[in-house]
């Protein structure tokens, strides 16, 4: 019965941290629709369930950031917080590699990029 609305929480994508719950959403790394599209449409409804309630695949983020996202992959967007790019690029592979949806070649080139970045 309890509902959080104040707190703590570090939206990696904007490096910014923010103490209203109403400020957040989560996001799902590899969205929904971006899932369906790459192999995900031949999932069962059981399968579907777990992919969008899969923890490796949630981040809370600042609301602005989920809505400038949206449905897009690596190749159309990018976190505006450069240091995060290393951790998104290696759990939206993670991601993909669990449940067998394909990397498009302008995705990897997006990804290569953003490896880039890791130590």
Partial sequence: GCVV???????????QTFTKASDLDIDHIVPLKHAHG???DQWTREQRQAFANDPI???PVSDNENQSKGAKGP??????????WCE?????QAVKKKYRLYLTPPEVRALNEMEQTCD
């Fill in 38 to 40: 790459h192999g995900g």
């Fill in 88 to 92: 998104y690029a290696e759990r939206w």
């Fill in 5 to 15: 609305t104040w707190g703590r929480w570090q939206c990696p994508y904007a490096g």
């Fill in 57 to 59: 695949n949630l981040l």
């Fill in 75 to 84: 190749d159309s967007w990018k976190p505006g917080n450069l240091d995060y």
